[in-house]
């Protein structure tokens, strides 16, 4: 696999001698800048450098864009799809599916995303802004596989239908195995010793985890599930509010070797500490990025001075 140091985003444009004018939107993808959370390390009592890598700042406002851009440039590349030909279908909770939105409104597909209904309805709304056909599904009748059944009646009723599946396409991971994995080994200067992700389709986790092992096999990857549905744990799914993590099922892409420990987080947790990183640290984020946050300082215990986490 070709190594690369990371999509160069915004950056690439600041350090061009020419214009500063990027192409398209998807030229915006990538680069997020590291920030230290010194404000909350301080009132814990945390000595250690907690470091939390900015994703809002990619164009629609997630990590999940860097997943979406490589889903589809992955099945453009292996010939499998066309702009104006091709229609993508995907089951989303929300940000995937609002990442694929605007690459596939800039690339020229059409788009239909299937999602729970009742939830994310904000999500819903950016989504038909964006052109997507959105199908809602109860997932009252046969859970998740009731969501998942629609979207293969979708390839059955139409023609020249792509699926894009981010938890079985290894495509997910890759996008952060060539990217953002890099991006963080070359802003920390290879000074990071824990790492700790979140994991809903277990990209981030899978990709950044792969890479950062790699470059160096001590580091520590510390996954983040919610408490009320700790299925890679080993428990029972069921019902939290943590939007955008914990499917209730592990992903087929989640390479849980490379897992070394799990933290649970609950939904209230969560969202305490996601008010706590806008309170305190000044910054606006989901509540997954809060149960990120509570998961470093749950961890805290058995960190010492000299290491970063991020």
Not at 121 to 137: A, F, H, M, S
């Amino acid at each position: 696999m070709e190594m690369q140091e990371g999509r160069k985003g915004v950056p690439s444009l600041l350090s061009s001698q020419g214009e500063c004018i990027a192409s398209n939107i998807t030229q915006l993808i990538g680069w997020t800048p590291l920030i230290e959370l010194k404000n909350i390390a301080k009132k814990d009592g945390i000595a250690a450098r907690l470091v939390g890598k900015i994703e809002p700042y990619q164009p629609l406002s997630s990590v999940k864009d860097r997943s979406a851009l490589r889903l589809i440039e992955d099945a453009e590349e292996r010939g499998l799809i066309s702009p104006g030909i091709t229609t993508l279908a995907g089951v989303t909770s929300g940000n995937l599916g609002i990442g694929v939105a605007f690459v596939a409104a800039q690339k020229g597909y059409k788009f239909i995303a299937v999602m729970p209904a009742k939830l994310s309805i904000d999500k819903q709304i950016l989504l038909r802004y964006l052109g997507v056909e959105v199908i809602l599904v109860d997932p009252a009748l046969n859970g998740f596989k009731g969501i998942l059944d629609r979207v293969e009646q979708l390839k059955k009723d139409m023609e020249n239908v792509f699926v894009i599946d981010q938890f079985t396409n290894p495509a997910n991971p890759d996008a952060h195995f060539r990217w953002t994995g890099p991006e963080i080994w070359k802003d920390t200067a290879g000074k990071v010793d824990i790492f700790v992700a979140a994991s809903g389709s277990g990209g981030t986790v899978t990709g950044v985890g792969r890479y950062l092992k790699m470059k160096n096999p001590s580091i520590k990857l510390i996954c983040v599930e919610p408490a009320e549905s700790a299925v890679i744990s080993g428990g029972e799914p069921a019902f939290h509010n943590i939007q955008g993590i914990g499917p209730g099922f592990i992903p087929e892409i989640l390479d849980r070797s490379q897992i070394d420990e799990i933290v649970t987080v609950t939904t209230q947790e969560a969202m305490d500490m996601a008010r706590r990183l806008a309170r305190e640290e000044g910054l606006l984020v989901g509540i997954s990025s809060g149960a990120n946050a509570a998961a470093i300082l749950k961890a805290s215990s058995s960190i010492i001075f000299s290491q970063t986490l991020l």
